[in-house]
C-alpha cells in the first residue's frame, strides 16, 4: 500500500500545473459563484467554524471557503500541490493553514473540525471504509462531512493513474447510490446526496453532488 501512496503522490506532484489550469484556469465567473454560494449553504453561517478540505488538491474548495470567511485547513498528499495552493492563497491574501499527509491518516488529533469537506476525492480512494472512519475520528459530534461528487455516464478518472491501480479503486464511476451507502456502512447520520443545480463538471456530461452526512 505504501507503495502505491508513493505512486499517486508522485502523479499529483508532476501533474500539479495542469491540473490547476483545468480546474482553476477555465472557471467562468458564474460558475465560481454558483460553487461559492453552494459552499455557504452548506458550511453555514457561523464564519468561527473550522473547516478543514481533504485531499485540497490546488485549492479548489478550500480558497473560497477562506474567501467566505471560514477558518481553514488544506491537506494533500502531494506537495506539488499545496504549493500551487499555497501561491493562490498568497496572491488573494487568504489566510490558510496547509499540511501534507494522506487522507486516511490525517495529521490532526481527535474531534477538532467542525466540517470535513472535500472535492472529487471520494472516487480516488482505495480504501473508502478506512478513510471514512479517519474523518469521522477528526470530526467533532455532530460535525458535517461534505463530499462533493461529479456523478454521471462519462468516464470518471480516466488515464489518471496507471490501470493497476484505478482497478484497486472501489468507487470509481461511482454512483450517488453508491457513495450514500458508504456513508451509511461507516456509521454517519443524516445522510443524502444532494444535486447541485447548475452546476456541471469541465466536459458538460456531469451533474455534480454534495454526499453529505453527520459524526454522531
Known sequence: MSEVLENIEERWNT???SYDERHHGHLSAEDATRWESTLKTHLGQDQSIEVLDVGTGTGFLIL???ALGYKCTGVDISEGMMT?????????GLAIDFRKGAVEQLPFPDDCKDVIMNRSVMWTLLQPEVALKEWQRVLKSGGALLCFCSIGEG?????HYS???EDMLPLKSGTKE???SAFEEAGLTEVEGILLEGIKDKHGDKDWYVIKGRKM
Do not use: L, R, S, Y
Not at 500551487?84 to 488573494?92: N, P, Y
Not at 468516464?155 to 488515464?159: I, L, T
Open 155 to 159: 468516464k470518471v478518472g480516466n488515464n
Open 163 to 165: 490501470q493497476e491501480i
Open 15 to 17: 501533474h500539479a500545473k
Open 84 to 92: 500551487i495552493a499555497k501561491q493562490h492563497a498568497v496572491e488573494k
Open 178 to 180: 453508491m457513495f450514500v
Open 64 to 66: 473560497k471557503a477562506a
